[in-house]
């Protein structure tokens, strides 16, 4: 019909609608979620089976179709993924980095396990969706995000000074501003 918008266009997916308006944030996820379970679903078919004689990747291809390594290498994987998750989860509230550690031992299960894939694909449609919202906002809008989002990751610093002290290898001026701070202590 000549009133629809056209979603295809270049204009789709991009936070605003071929006039140019900004879209609701709930009509920006559902796009990414759509766009992600069809890249599911062209990469993995209906069964949403990861064929090892599929895998673009030659070296892991012949790991994989190995008759015993095969189920070695998933062992190893699945093994390597949940080491780096476990390793993740007490990095996220002390110093350290770690949901891109969490991150990084999920992406490694994906390349793997289908179920693994899907929560990649779902944080990644989340991310793209709320990327592509905020970039629609006018600056009045972003002001206050970017603002609450530096206060809350000093905060999370904060709080990681605060149960694990101040390191005693920073530079002099570095140590002397922190220990000024109420609460911090040398570690």
């Not at 679903?41 to 015993?68: A, K, Q, S, Y």
């Not at 390597?80 to 949901?99: H, N, R």
Request: charged share 20%; proline share 6%; hydrophobic share 50%.
């Amino acid at each position: 019909m000549a009133g629809d918008v056209d979603t295809t266009s270049e204009t789709a997916g991009q936070g605003r609608d071929a006039s140019g308006a900004r879209r609701a944030y709930r009509d920006v996820r559902r796009e990414q979620h759509a766009i992600v379970r069809q890249e599911l679903l062209d990469r993995f078919g209906e069964n949403g089976r990861i064929d090892p004689h599929e895998d673009p990747i030659r070296w892991r291809r012949t790991l994989r179709t190995h008759p015993v390594i095969g189920p070695v290498y998933r062992v190893v994987i699945a093994t390597l993924g949940l080491l780096l998750i476990i390793a993740g989860i007490p990095m996220v509230p002390l110093v350290g980095p770690g949901w891109a550690i969490i991150f990084v031992g999920l992406f490694l299960w994906s390349t793997e396990f289908i179920w693994a894939r899907r929560v990649t694909q779902f944080v990644k449609a989340e991310v793209k969706a709320f990327e592509q919202y905020t970039r629609a906002l006018p600056w009045k809008a972003k002001i206050p995000m970017l603002l609450l989002s530096a206060a809350f990751g000093w905060f999370c610093f904060y709080l990681a000074l605060l149960v694990t002290g101040v390191p005693g290898w920073l530079p002099e001026q570095v140590l002397d501003l922190l220990l000024q701070v109420p609460g911090l202590h040398l570690a």
